[in-house]
């Protein structure tokens, strides 16, 4: 089961997002739990409670008296890198802001059936891909790693390290971890992969991440890497 949340300040538009995603799922046989919010500060009081949603369809243009869209976003974003946050809205003006808090992608109001089903099947797949994880050996025994959850991975002469919560160590060549890898990963060059999720700025020379980490990147993959971004997010 996904949970799903629209958050939208107008009940007529949150309806009719809520039932073309209950439609999608009856079609695509697809159990879903749907929450509706009216504004984005009910939103986050239940999201500090209980952070578990999968699909967040959140409105850009929020009452003047409240937080917007994007506000919302970026405080989710302190907290949560799971939650796949799919921005509604009636205009283009906000798409560049949508990088910095990892929006999946923007759906232009009216919503379309055909438009809306495309993207939660975007949605799903990577929900999907973040429930993945690594199984390695190390020196102090087995560990499960979430992919989701690792920030780069690193060449040390006969070893791999990967960068994570932790840093693990292990014996296996970078092209056996990559075959385990989702497509949110990118090898930047002999030694490492990056976490595309994490990157936060892209330089002809090196991949900065959001934690401060530098990774080398070799010449003539400028042009690839950011391509994969854009494809990804």
């Known amino acids: 089961m996904y949970r799903i949340?629209?958050?939208?300040d107008n009940p007529a538009d949150a309806a009719?997002?809520?039932?073309?995603?209950?439609?999608?799922?009856?079609?695509q046989t697809v159990t879903v739990y749907l929450e509706e919010f009216p504004?984005?500060?009910a939103f986050l009081f239940q999201h500090e409670e209980?952070?578990?949603?999968?699909?967040?369809?959140?409105?850009?243009?929020?009452?003047e008296d409240g937080m917007n869209g994007i506000e919302l976003a970026a405080k989710i974003r302190e907290r949560d890198h799971a939650v796949q946050i799919v921005f509604v809205t009636?205009?283009?003006?906000?798409?560049?802001?949508?990088?910095?808090v990892e929006a999946l992608h923007y759906l232009l109001k009216p919503v379309t059936q055909e438009k809306l089903g495309s993207v939660i099947a975007r949605a799903i797949q990577r929900v999907k891909d973040r429930e993945k994880e690594l199984f390695i050996q190390t020196a102090d025994g087995s560990v499960r790693i979430p992919v989701g959850g690792i920030r780069y991975l690193e060449v040390q002469r006969n070893y791999v390290t990967i960068h994570c919560a932790e840093?693990?160590?292990v014996k296996k060549t970078l092209g056996e971890l990559e075959k385990e890898l989702d497509e949110s990963f990118f090898r930047t060059g002999r030694s490492f992969i990056v976490n595309l999720r994490f990157v936060s700025k892209i330089t002809k020379s090196q991949v900065l991440l959001k934690d401060g980490a530098a990774v080398p990147l070799?010449?003539?993959?400028?042009?690839?890497?950011?391509?994969?971004?854009i494809r990804y997010f």
């Open 16 to 27: 009719y997002v809520a039932n073309f995603i209950k439609k999608w799922a009856a079609d």
């Open 90 to 100: 009636g205009y283009m003006d906000y798409i560049g802001e949508g990088y910095d």
């Open 39 to 41: 504004s984005a500060e």
């Open 218 to 229: 070799s010449r003539g993959l400028y042009d690839a890497i950011n391509r994969a971004v």
């Open 5 to 8: 949340a629209v958050c939208d």
């Open 50 to 63: 209980d952070s578990a949603v999968d699909i967040l369809f959140l409105d850009v243009e929020m009452r």
């Open 167 to 169: 840093e693990y160590t």
